[in-house]
């Protein structure tokens, strides 16, 4: 083990005896979704609650307009943000520190230059944002318990932090790191064929199988079919079984066989 691996490993290890995360609170982050944490083995809970305690020292959240946060609130959102990362590490979240949190949706400014060159101004309201270098900002309504805003797959938060993961090689484009041994052909044909083919189900007037919104642009593919995969694995596995497995590949994670396990 390298010096700075040894001088990491030594660090979180002081800082899990220095934070001990309460037991009430700890029960709180897991109330929403239960489906999210469902079927996880012992020692996945314990890792969980590691990476949600080490989460919540490192990272700074903020009530936006002096809205106030609750250490349950915090614990929650935590605890979403860290499932995706359960199998890989808290360095996939390094370089920013902060979270903003609304009480309810919000609005953000948007300007988008037109083919003529014209700059046209706007506003978009929001339930989630994710600033590349920056913060994520999040609605609190749209993540608390009980809060499935665009259907019982979705998940805000989970959205949210699959951009940060889209965003450590530069703007989000759908194409996060891959881990060793990745192939980007295979990413690219499992999750731009599932692209193609939302958009040509929507361009023909048929029912997607997924949000619509996913139909954006292939960042926004990437961040619904993270909620999709956590959320409703099954669902995800049985229609776009290819883009599954590389998610599987990516988060190194099976949560369609943890699901099948209960």
Known sequence: MGLWRWWKKWR????????????????????????????????????LRQWVTLFLVEKQFYGARGWQLTPAMEAAIAAQACMPILNLDLDCYAGWRSIVVYEDTFVA???ETDEDGIVHSGSEILAGEAWAAGPVVLSWADCAP?????????NVVIHE???????????????????RGMSRAAWAAALGGGYEQLRAALGHGVEPLLD???????????????????MAPLHLQHHLPAVYDQLALYYHQDPAARRQKI
């Open 12 to 47: 979180r290890a002081r800082l899990l005896r220095r934070h001990v995360l309460p037991d009430e609170v700890w029960a709180a982050a897991l109330r929403h979704p239960p489906e999210l944490f469902a079927g996880l083995a012992a020692e996945e809970f314990t890792r």
């Open 109 to 111: 400014p948007r300007e």
């Open 146 to 154: 009980g809060s499935y805003p665009h259907g019982p797959a979705s």
């Open 161 to 179: 932090f699959a951009h940060k993961l889209d965003m450590l090689n530069g703007a989000a484009n759908g194409l996060p790191p891959l881990p």
């Open 212 to 230: 619509e919104y996913a139909a954006e642009d292939p960042a926004e593919f990437f961040a619904v079919v993270s909620e999709y995969f956590f």
